[in-house]
């Protein structure tokens, strides 16, 4: 089926056609919409073409990494469930969602968009472990940037927890202080069908792709991360290229998240 | 000191406000969203397709098989963690057993239908709001159906008969709280979901189920409104 899917998008391509009539460096209508669950300590949902996803972000608190008593924790989690796309399935992760997970982990990790130190509230004994869960509903590609994009979001509108007079967590109260975050990491994806190379891909375009870039970029266009991915080599002319066009659209991604609120 | 009023100043047999929605996403062959307080489920169906395993399949019939899955952020306190437990698996059988006795699906031997069911957020009722949305999902995708299942919880707190019970109800603490999950098919009134836990008499079992009437026809409406609204839209597009 792959192969049939694969030759009509390139058919399209050559003829400079996405099937969703999009340029090739054009991204899909976005919107973000935050406090959607009233529950997690923050949450965003973004849209984007068919792509929705709903991120939550969750705190606890808990012991610090012996070789970092002073620093809390942060984890991000993809939960590709079935209800959002029909090849996904129950069970353990899939290596597509630990892949997810990791490289946006990984953009924010690195970015030190969190000041962990700030986590802290008895070193070595008690830390702010904070936990980012990215939760599509529907599946149409583009899951690293989107819900990296939904995971700032989240953090970002984020409410920290009220501790007791016995130092445990009352998840009923919330005081007004956000999580400190000095970086907005935007993961953007590149891919590569026969020689073009796209943007914003869905989930047919990743499909068929032949490599992708995932590319971590900062406000002063340096880079925090990046992940290459499927099974056809680049060239680093192709490299270079790929980078370029993520920090151009990385630029247009961040005017979008900075008016999330 | 007895529970009179409801704390969130609704009559007892008033639901908390809902939002139904049908084809809300695009990938599944079906979809519903319920909301009911600040209890959200979303509710997709694929299928009927090739029930997998194998050896579970059924030649005489299609089966059913739910899948309810809470956010990790979407309880009212710690994290929950990912994956199955054994409330999520309880919870997904009683949601075949409640949706089943409605569908008819003969005509799909060794097939299944897969309902699976996401919640964002919590505030108790959660497995009703599931049930009531993959109803609107099952429908949505052009299942033949006997009719709606309408699910709410009712009960009693502290002596006062109640319908929708949120966590604050639910935990109350100076008094005995009973909450009931139903479900129910409208037109005939049969139940197919059942459970209760906390402490309560026969009669007042059987008064707060009766009591509840108006509220399971509030919910097939509003179920039945989501339908037509998705259907009256895609007619528009034409």
């Known amino acids: 089926m792959n192969d049939a899917l694969k030759e009509h998008i390139n058919l399209a391509l050559k003829k400079g056609l996405r099937l969703d009539g999009r340029k090739l460096d054009e991204f899909r209508p976005i919107a973000i919409r ?44 993809a939960e590709l469930r079935p209800i959002s796309n029909p090849k996904f399935e129950t069970g353990p992760p899939s290596i597509e ?59 970002k509108t984020a409410r920290m ?39 914003d891909p869905t989930d047919n375009e990743m499909r068929v792709a032949d490599a992708r ?46 008016t999330a609120k | 000191m007895a529970y009179t009023k409801r704390h969130d100043g609704r009559k007892p047999d008033e639901t908390r406000p809902i939002i139904a929605k049908a084809g809300v996403i695009p990938k599944a062959d079906g979809s519903g969203y319920f ?13 009927p397709r090739e029930m997998h395993p194998k050896f579970k399949q059924d030649p005489k019939q299609g089966l059913l098989r739910c899948t309810y899955n809470m956010m990790p952020f979407s309880g009212q306190g710690n994290r929950v963690r990912p994956g199955p437990s054994r409330r999520s698996k309880e919870i997904s059988m009683v949601m075949d057993n ?27 009722g959660s497995r009703c709001a599931a049930i009531s949305a993959a109803a609107i999902a099952l429908a949505d995708a052009g ?35 009973a909450d009931i999950p139903v479900a129910i098919i409208p037109s005939t009134g049969e139940i197919t979901l059942l459970q209760m836990d906390g402490k309560v008499k026969k009669e007042d079992i059987l008064e707060a189920i009766e009591h509840a009437k108006p509220a399971f026809q509030h919910i097939a409406d509003i179920q039945r409104a989501a339908i037509k609204e998705r259907y009256a839209k895609a007619g528009d597009q034409q």
């Open chain 1, 34 to 77: 935050t406090g959607v669950s009233s529950t997690a300590e923050g949450s965003a949902e973004i849209t984007c073409g068919e792509t929705q996803i709903i991120v939550g972000v969750k705190m606890d608190i808990g012991k610090p990494y012996s070789d970092r008593p002073d620093s809390g924790t942060l984890m991000v989690n």
């Open chain 1, 97 to 155: 969602a630990i892949e997810v997970s990791r490289v946006i982990d990984r953009t924010i990790r690195e970015s030190k968009t969190i000041d962990e130190k700030s986590l802290c509230v008895t070193p070595g004994e008690k830390v702010w472990m904070v936990n980012v869960d990215i939760c599509p509903l529907n599946h149409d590609g583009n899951l690293i940037d989107l819900g990296g994009i939904a995971a700032l979001a989240a953090l």
């Open chain 1, 161 to 199: 927890l009220k501790l007791d007079e016995n130092g445990q967590v009352d998840y009923h109260e919330h005081t007004k202080e956000g999580l400190k975050l000095s970086e907005m990491p935007i993961p953007v994806t590149i891919v590569k069908i026969g020689e073009n190379l796209l943007i």
């Open chain 1, 213 to 258: 870039l995932t590319v971590g970029v900062l406000e002063d266009g340096s880079i925090c991360a990046l992940q290459k991915g499927g099974p056809t080599p680049l060239s680093l002319e192709e490299i270079g290229r790929m980078i370029d066009l993520a920090t151009v659209t990385a630029k247009k991604l961040r005017k979008i998240v900075e």
């Open chain 2, 35 to 47: 909301k009911i307080g600040n209890t959200e489920a979303y509710a997709a169906v694929y299928g």
């Open chain 2, 98 to 124: 409640a949706l089943r006795p409605v569908l008819d699906l003969d005509a799909y031997p060794n097939a299944v239908v897969d309902v699976f069911v996401e919640l964002p957020q919590t505030d108790a």
């Open chain 2, 143 to 177: 299942l033949k159906m006997r009719d709606m299942v309408a699910a709410v919880a009712v009960g009693s707190v502290d002596g006062m008969l109640v319908v929708d019970l949120d966590y604050e109800e639910e935990a109350w603490k100076e008094g005995n709280v």
